[in-house]
């Protein structure tokens, strides 16, 4: 398979993973406990990680070292983050019902661990949104759409927010890859 191929079949897992995560994050504004949509939203994430092995590759030779460095390290703390997000999506109900003691006095690491994780997220992501906005030959406002997800994940509502920006830019960029419009260099 041509390099040019694989990038654009990673540039769908993009654009199906950001679309996915703007339907979630609706979603979760109109039924908060939704189950079916936290598991939809790991999905969405997943598809988006893959997305981003695109989104590197097809930009590697303009970001360089530092870009490959935050690749690497934004890579890692998502999936990170993931693991610590299925962990409570999917394990702490089960644990409260075992038992719930052991959530009051047992599991401090565990929300250690988030936190380092999704803070190490948005750190390397909005370090590798400013390499792809100054640097990439990728469409430029969702590059800029990326260094906002981090930061609007702090105002009310701001994770449902973040998310779907991050949905959209991820959906815009997929797109680039997929119709094979790596190589312009645009405001849109």
């Given amino acids: 398979m041509p390099i040019s191929s694989l990038i654009r079949n990673l540039g769908i897992f993009s654009?199906?993973?950001g679309l996915l995560m703007i339907v979630t994050?609706?979603?979760?504004?109109?039924?908060?406990e939704a189950f079916t949509?936290?598991?939809l939203d790991h999905f969405a994430f997943v598809l988006i990680l893959l997305g981003m092995i695109g989104i590197y590759i097809a930009?590697?030779?303009?970001?360089?070292?530092p870009g490959f460095?935050?690749?690497?390290?934004?890579?890692?703390s998502m999936s990170l983050w993931l693991g610590a997000k299925w962990f409570i999506t999917f394990a702490i109900n089960d644990i409260d019902k075992a038992n719930p003691e052991l959530l009051e006095n047992g599991l401090e690491t565990v929300g250690m661990g988030f936190t380092i994780s999704l803070y190490s997220l948005f750190l390397f992501i909005f370090i590798f949104g400013i390499l792809l906005a100054v640097k990439g030959t990728l469409p430029?406002?969702?590059?800029?759409?990326?260094i906002l997800c981090p930061l609007v994940d702090f105002v009310p509502y701001g994770s449902n927010i973040s998310q779907m920006v991050a949905g959209v830019a991820f959906t815009w960029l997929g797109y680039a890859l997929w119709k094979g419009k790596q190589g312009e260099v645009s405001s849109g």
């Fill in 15 to 17: 654009l199906f993973g």
């Fill in 25 to 32: 994050q609706i979603w979760f504004l109109v039924n908060p």
């Fill in 37 to 39: 949509a936290e598991y």
């Fill in 59 to 65: 930009q590697f030779d303009k970001l360089g070292v």
């Fill in 69 to 76: 460095i935050t690749f690497i390290l934004m890579i890692a």
């Fill in 140 to 146: 430029r406002i969702p590059a800029y759409l990326i």
